[in-house]
């Protein structure tokens, strides 16, 4: 037992406390070098981000400098050391404000416009983001607290990714993308909020002295301030935590949900767009040849209790007016082994096949049953300014030698189509 101790025994190796403060308060700044080799990295990170190139956005992360006031306001929370949390905070807003001004201006810039896959990565935090900026906090933290530095200064720096978020959120305001900017800057406030508990838990753990003065009361008053502020940055980061949580069990349901009941049956997905915010929380599919009717999509809403999809709703995304452009604008953020040229085709012959009808047997049904009719057409209309909605029904057009029961017809033609609304035009 002794022996473990001894293994996990931090305080082996462990920097000089004041060596360790000096070294916070220096990396805190952003004055001069520093705020110039911000503005660098931040452009080179932005050019990584808008060329899809992931080893020059690492590149950008090692230069980076923006660890400093996140672990200074951390350590500044674990010594109760009211200033040093200031000068943090008021550095680190000077360190995101110019990364965004500097980013969106490249971005605005910029001739390439496209989102690229690296954009994407850093719109939609997960519980892994949370568990990265915790652990990779954890490693900073102790880092700076070695007499050896060694090389896990480095790895943080990239494994933390607080830059590219911040660029995504220049891009998102360049080119007036709110969604963008609201998704990178939530990434972003994930990392700095969990590095800074992880610094603070190092911090506490290492028994680092608690700044105290002359006046008692006011270090009294002092430290219930930042326990206070403590808890509102836990609390909510916790609860953040375990939404993300959440949020990644009902992805892994879902997309169990999607390989059992549509994929391993050979249906061709050609479009996903899940609302886990929604409520109920929908799932949007949309299928390259494949149709279901009303009972099948019945079904298929009443399956999804049994994967764990409570307060979930299937949408089947089948034969709409605007399903066309909406699957095609979602193209380039799937990964699909389909062209948008075959898309297109299958969506146009979807399209066709609603108002067209192929079928041999019906007319020589019609030739034996109705003999006195000469000619016929079927086909299907859009009917609009509906006084329920609009809808769509068959029409039927004819042509005779004789006299015919047009009511009979007319009912053998509902029943045949499973049809109220067809409509019979002789002519």
Same mark, same amino acid.
């Given at each position: 037992m002794s022996r473990?101790?001894?293994?996990?025994?931090?305080?082996?190796?462990e920097?000089?406390?004041?060596?360790?403060?000096?070294?916070?308060?220096k990396?805190?700044?952003?004055?001069?070098?520093?705020?110039?080799?911000?503005?660098?990295?931040?452009?080179i990170?932005?050019?990584?981000?808008?060329?899809?190139?992931?080893?020059?956005?690492?590149?950008?992360?090692?230069?980076?400098?923006?660890m400093?006031?996140?672990?200074g306001?951390?350590?500044?929370?674990a010594? &109760?050391?009211?200033?040093?949390?200031?000068?943090?905070?008021k550095?680190?807003?000077?360190?995101?404000?110019?990364?965004?001004?500097?980013?969106?201006?490249?971005?605005?810039?910029?001739? !390439?416009?496209?989102?690229?896959?690296?954009?994407?990565?850093?719109?939609?935090p997960?519980? &892994?983001?949370?568990?990265i900026? !915790?652990?990779g906090g954890?490693?900073?933290?102790?880092?700076?607290?070695?007499v050896?530095?060694?090389?896990?200064?480095?790895g943080?720096?990239?494994?933390?990714?607080?830059?590219?978020p911040?660029?995504?959120?220049?891009?998102?305001?360049?080119?007036?993308?709110?969604?963008?900017f609201?998704?990178?800057?939530?990434?972003?406030?994930?990392?700095? !909020?969990?590095?800074?508990?992880a610094t603070?838990?190092?911090?506490?753990?290492? /028994?680092?002295?608690?700044?105290?003065?002359?006046?008692?009361s006011?270090?009294?008053?002092?430290? &219930?301030?930042?326990?206070?502020?403590?808890?509102?940055?836990?609390?909510?980061?916790?609860?953040?935590a375990?939404?993300?949580?959440?949020?990644?069990?009902?992805?892994?349901?879902v997309?169990?949900?999607?390989?059992?009941?549509?994929?391993?049956?050979?249906?061709?997905?050609?479009?996903?767009?899940?609302s886990?915010?929604?409520?109920?929380?929908?799932?949007d599919l949309?299928?390259?040849?494949?149709?279901?009717?009303?009972?099948?999509i019945?079904?298929?809403?009443?399956?999804?209790?049994?994967?764990?999809?409570?307060?979930t709703?299937?949408?089947?995304r089948?034969?709409?007016?605007?399903? /066309?452009?909406?699957?095609l604008?979602?193209?380039?953020?799937?990964?699909?082994?389909?062209?948008? /040229?075959?898309?297109?085709?299958?969506?146009?012959?979807t399209?066709?096949?609603?108002?067209?009808?192929?079928?041999?047997?019906?007319?020589?049904?019609?030739k034996?049953?109705?003999?006195?009719?000469?000619?016929?057409?079927?086909?299907?209309?859009?009917?609009? !300014?509906s006084?329920?909605?609009?809808f769509?029904?068959?029409v039927?057009?004819?042509?005779?030698? /004789?006299?015919i029961?047009?009511?009979?017809?007319m009912q053998?033609?509902?029943?045949?189509?499973?049809?109220?609304?067809?409509?019979?035009?002789?002519?």
């Amino acid at each position: 037992m002794s022996r473990l101790k001894t293994l996990l025994n931090l305080h082996t190796g462990e920097e000089d406390k004041t060596k360790v403060l000096a070294d916070v308060v220096k990396n805190i700044s952003f004055r001069g070098s520093n705020l110039w080799i911000l503005a660098c990295a931040i452009f080179i990170a932005s050019i990584g981000l808008n060329v899809n190139s992931t080893a020059v956005i690492i590149g950008a992360m090692l230069i980076s400098p923006l660890m400093g006031p996140i672990v200074g306001a951390g350590f500044a929370l674990a010594t &109760y050391d009211f200033n040093l949390l200031k000068k943090s905070a008021k550095n680190l807003l000077i360190a995101t404000v110019v990364s965004l001004i500097v980013s969106s201006i490249y971005f605005y810039l910029s001739p !390439f416009k496209e989102v690229q896959s690296e954009l994407l990565a850093r719109t939609s935090p997960t519980i &892994y983001d949370v568990l990265i900026a !915790f652990f990779g906090g954890i490693v900073g933290a102790i880092s700076i607290t070695r007499v050896e530095k060694g090389n896990p200064i480095p790895g943080v720096a990239i494994a933390t990714a607080l830059m590219p978020p911040l660029c995504t959120a220049g891009f998102g305001l360049a080119a007036l993308d709110f969604k963008f900017f609201i998704g990178a800057m939530y990434l972003y406030c994930i990392n700095c !909020f969990f590095i800074g508990i992880a610094t603070f838990a190092i911090i506490k753990y290492l /028994k680092f002295k608690p700044v105290v003065t002359e006046n008692k009361s006011f270090d009294k008053k002092l430290r &219930y301030i930042i326990t206070i502020l403590v808890f509102l940055m836990v609390i909510p980061s916790f609860y953040l935590a375990y939404n993300l949580l959440n949020e990644k069990k009902f992805s892994q349901n879902v997309n169990n949900y999607i390989k059992t009941e549509f994929t391993d049956k050979g249906y061709t997905l050609i479009y996903q767009k899940i609302s886990y915010n929604a409520s109920p929380k929908t799932i949007d599919l949309a299928f390259l040849t494949k149709k279901f009717d009303s009972i099948e999509i019945d079904k298929l809403n009443k399956d999804l209790i049994v994967y764990g999809l409570n307060n979930t709703k299937v949408n089947i995304r089948q034969s709409t007016q605007d399903m /066309k452009s909406e699957i095609l604008s979602e193209l380039s953020k799937q990964n699909t082994n389909l062209s948008e /040229k075959d898309i297109q085709i299958n969506l146009l012959s979807t399209e066709l096949k609603q108002y067209k009808f192929d079928d041999p047997e019906l007319v020589q049904e019609v030739k034996v049953l109705f003999p006195e009719i000469t000619e016929i057409s079927f086909g299907k209309i859009n009917n609009y !300014f509906s006084k329920d909605s609009t809808f769509q029904s068959t029409v039927v057009i004819y042509k005779v030698d /004789k006299k015919i029961d047009a009511p009979k017809l007319m009912q053998w033609l509902q029943l045949k189509f499973s049809d109220n609304n067809v409509q019979l035009i002789a002519n």
